[in-house]
């Protein structure tokens, strides 16, 4: 059963930094393709960034583009979201998802994912 942790998340200044991970059961890295949602409250569930199975390709949305940057370490089974230049807008509860099928960029933001971790929050003050 494919399990994911996330962690990673705080209260931080705007224009701060914080940087999420997402540690995957067994080689579900290898295996599947990670994206990273946030879902902020009252609104709907926003697609942020998704990396490819082995991290060979990324895609980030463009909401974020230039701010966040999704890797991964195929080691340590682990999916990162590095945040830079935070804003208030930037305030939700962040999700790591695994997707069995493979990669597609234009796909990502879209497709139901097959497995869901259980969230870590992530709060930006101004």
């Known amino acids: 059963q494919v399990q994911l942790v996330e962690s990673g998340g705080g209260l931080v200044q705007a224009g701060g930094s914080l940087r999420l991970s997402c540690v995957a059961s067994g080689s579900t890295f290898s295996k599947y393709a990670m994206g990273w949602f946030r879902q902020a409250r009252g609104k709907e569930r926003e697609f942020v960034a998704a990396i490819s199975q082995r991290g060979v390709f990324t895609y980030v949305a463009n909401s974020v583009k230039g701010r966040f940057t999704i890797s991964g370490d195929l080691a340590k089974n682990t999916v990162y979201l590095q945040m830079n230049g935070l804003e208030p807008e930037d305030t939700a509860d962040y999700y790591c998802?695994?997707?069995?099928?493979?990669?597609?960029?234009?796909?990502?933001?879209?497709?139901?994912?097959?497995?869901w971790g259980q969230g870590t929050q992530v709060t930006v003050s101004s």
């Open positions: 998802a695994a997707s069995i099928r493979p990669f597609v960029a234009g796909d990502m933001a879209r497709r139901e994912y097959d497995h």
